[in-house]
Structure formats: structure tokens, C-alpha cells
């Protein structure tokens, strides 16, 4: 906690050159004809398949795709039990390559945990728009998943790793069934929340794909959040300073998701009123929304510490934890000096674990750049970095 509060004290005396993430407000969602928010996958399906795609709405599509689908797979929840998701599959202009287009598993970053969030019934706004069509015009076709319960049954499971890691490859396994020209080769792509999808999906990407021809060949993380368990271990009422509104959102996230993923430790007994209100409104509100009406002391949250729950520290290191071991594929991590949602000592002490394991990783650091801005000044490297890898 106290990093992050330094971290977000600098940058607020700090001006024009840091500044959270602000996205457009939320709009009435668009799911292309196909609403499957109730709809449980069929018995007899199987993780990865295909259950259904959909031409997406025009205005959902982005400048570089030629072509867009949503679609519908089965992929578990957080309860370990089949269940589905939903995304898309973005087709470059022209005519594919040769064994056709390879792949880039895009994983967003936060947008809320209610269905009106989901990423795929909602216009991408502008910086995913610029970002997902660079890609698509170096000659990459895009599967973005919206991660389980994110416009289909249940709660998205926000920062739980191991399920994020399901739902992006399960959903590369899902479009290679659409009939589409895909290659088998493919890499992930994610930023912040996503980030932290991607490396998961990175760690797990050769387990969850065995028994498939799918070639993966690495990842591509920016603002990566990692080692957050301990920081949100020590919450408790004695966080008395008010955070930065985007960083009290994710807060909220976090506690809806755990406590929604791990109900026998009762997260409840040490929240008060104000913090019950708080993951009510964050299994509802996107991000947009939460982030003008959190409580931003997050003190006011709790009647007790959140380490006064037993063993929560294990389960919290088990829902959010990064591994730092296992790497069989490239890592790029890329890190702004200047980013307030996700503080560099975050992704710094993420790559400084990866390096004394001995992982595949390299690190871009962009001094003057915020969550945002990262994204831009690091395709000047990942986009090398993938055409690396890809070949």
C-alpha cells in the first residue's frame, strides 16, 4: 500500500505528465444478435469449441479489420466448472499469407465485471482502436477474449490469472473452428489487467493447447500488474489516505472477484457498510462508472484487517499471484516511469524475479510515459519483437 500511495503522490505533483486511465462513458451494449448472457453451453461441450459466431456490428469494429465476428466458446469458470465466453476474431485487409494469417490473442485490460462491460458489445475505444489495428496491418489477425462471465453467465473473475489464462487460450482454439484463414502460429498481446491475463496465458499456453497443432511463440505485456497480493493483503482500516479513483476501482475489483471466487473465506465479516457497498457496486458498475463514485479511502472499507481472515494470504497469492517460473516462450515486458494505475515497482520486481529464475524475458522502460502512453511508444519495440518471434 505504501507504494502505491507514493507512487500515486509523485505523480499528482507530478503535472502533464502522468495521469490514470479515462475511458468514454459506458453505452447500452450491442452483442450483434447473439445475447448468450444466459446462456449455458451445451452438455456434451468441451473447453476451446466453437458454440457460435456472428458478424460483428460495423460501429464495434475497428479501422484496420476487414472482416469482424463475434463469438461464443466454452472455456471453465472460476468454480472449475464448463462454462463460456465470449469475443472476437478481427480479419486483416487483403488476401492471407500462405497457411494463413498468424495469430495475436489479445487480452484487454479493466472494464468492469457487469455484462454491459463486455469489450465485444461495447465500441473500442480510441487507444485499443489505434493499438489492435497496427496489428492487423502488420498482417496479424486478432482473437480478443471478453474472459468468462463478461457478457455470459456468472462473474468475470477479475486478475484471477489461471482463468484469465483458460479464456485466452481457449479462445484461440475456438477461431482456429471458425473456418477462417488462421494460422497455427500465435503470441499473446495484453495491457494491464491484460498484462497479467497474458502472462498467465503465457505460462499455461503450452499445457491448455496440447493435443492441438497450435505453435506458440510468446508474449507481449505492458503495465503489467504482479505481486499485488501482498499489497492487498495488508488493506485493512488502517488505509487512511485517499487513492487515486482508478487504482480504488481496481481495489473493488479485486475484492468483488475474490470473494465471488472464494465465498468460503467470507470477505464479508471484515468489510462495513461503505466497503459492502463498494464490491456491490463493482459487480455492476464499469469502469467508467466506478471510477467517478468510489469511495476512495479505502479505510472506510473495512471494520478489521484483511489479514485477519485466515489464510488469505495463500488464496489471494493463488487468485492474483504471477508465476515467475516456467517460461518456455519469449517475454517482452514493456514499463511507463510515469504510469499511475499500474506503478512501475510493479512490473519492475515482476521482471527483476523473472531474470534471477533465469526466464526468457527482456524489459522496455519508457521514462516519461503513463498507462496509456505506454502502449503507444512500446510498438516501436513489440512490433520487432513479434515479427521476431513469428517467423
Known amino acids: 500500500m505504501a507504494a502505491i500511495v507514493v507512487v500515486g503522490a509523485i505523480s499528482a505533483l507530478t503535472p502533464g505528465t ?11 451494449p450491442d452483442f450483434s444478435g447473439m445475447d448468450v448472457r444466459t446462456t449455458a453451453p451445451r452438455v456434451g461441450a468441451r473447453a476451446g469449441q466453437l458454440l457460435g459466431h456472428v458478424p460483428m456490428a460495423p460501429r464495434l469494429s475497428v479501422p484496420g479489420a476487414a472482416r469482424a465476428l463475434r463469438i461464443h466458446y466454452a472455456t471453465p469458470n472460476q468454480h472449475g466448472v464448463l462454462a463460456s465466453s465470449t469475443g472476437v476474431i478481427l480479419i486483416p485487409h487483403g488476401t492471407a499469407p500462405s ?11 479493466t472494464v468492469g465485471l457487469g455484462d454491459d462491460c463486455t ?9 485499443d482502436s489505434v493499438y489492435l489495428s497496427h496489428w492487423l496491418r502488420q498482417g496479424y489477425a486478432v482473437v480478443g477474449t471478453d474472459y468468462v462471465g463478461l457478457g455470459t ?13 483458460h479464456s485466452i487460450v481457449d479462445s484461440v482454439k475456438a477461431a482456429q473452428q471458425s473456418g477462417l484463414p488462421l494460422a497455427k502460429r500465435w503470441a499473446i498481446v495484453g495491457q494491464s ?10 505460462h499455461a499456453a503450452a499445457a491448455l493447447s496440447r493435443g492441438t497443432a497450435l505453435d506458440y511463440r510468446g508474449v507481449v505485456a505492458t503495465g503489467t500488474p504482479a505481486n499485488i497480493e501482498h499489497i492487498v493483503s495488508l488493506l485493512g482500516p488502517h488505509a487512511v489516505l485517499p487513492l487515486p479513483a482508478g487504482l480504488a476501482a481496481y481495489l473493488g475489483y479485486i475484492l468483488a472477484g475474490f470473494d465471488d471466487s472464494r465465498p468460503d473465506l467470507h470477505v464479508e465479516r471484515v468489510l462495513t457498510p461503505v466497503g459492502e457497498r463498494v464490491v456491490a457496486q463493482a459487480m455492476t458498475r464499469c469502469y467508467p462508472e466506478m471510477t467517478a463514485g468510489v469511495e476512495r479511502v479505502v479505510g472506510r472499507w473495512f471494520s478489521a484487517p484483511l489479514r485477519s481472515i485466515p489464510a ?18 519469449p517475454i517482452f515486458l514493456g514499463q511507463g516511469l510515469f504510469d499511475v494505475d499500474v506503478p512501475a515497482a510493479s512490473s ?3 521482471y527483476a524475479q523473472l531474470r534471477a529464475n533465469n526466464q526468457p524475458v527482456e524489459l522496455h522502460l519508457y521514462p516519461d510515459r503513463d498507462h496509456s502512453g505506454t502502449v503507444y511508444a512500446s510498438v516501436r519495440d513489440s512490433t520487432p519483437f513479434l515479427a521476431r518471434i513469428m517467423r
Open 18 to 28: 502522468a495521469a490514470a486511465d479515462q475511458l468514454p462513458p459506458t453505452v447500452p
Open 99 to 109: 497457411g494463413g494469417w498468424p495469430v495475436i490473442a489479445w487480452a484487454h485490460g
Open 119 to 127: 469489450p465485444s458489445a461495447q465500441p473500442r475505444f480510441a487507444r
Open 153 to 165: 453467465p456468472g462473474l468475470m473473475s477479475y486478475l484471477n490469472g489461471s482463468l484469465e489464462a
Open 193 to 202: 489487467q491484460g498484462a497479467g491475463a497474458a502472462m498467465a496465458g503465457a
Open 312 to 329: 488469505v494470504l495463500p488464496a489471494l497469492t493463488r487468485y492474483l499471484g504471477t508465476p515467475i517460473t516456467g517460461y518456455d516462450r
Open 348 to 350: 519492475l520486481s515482476l
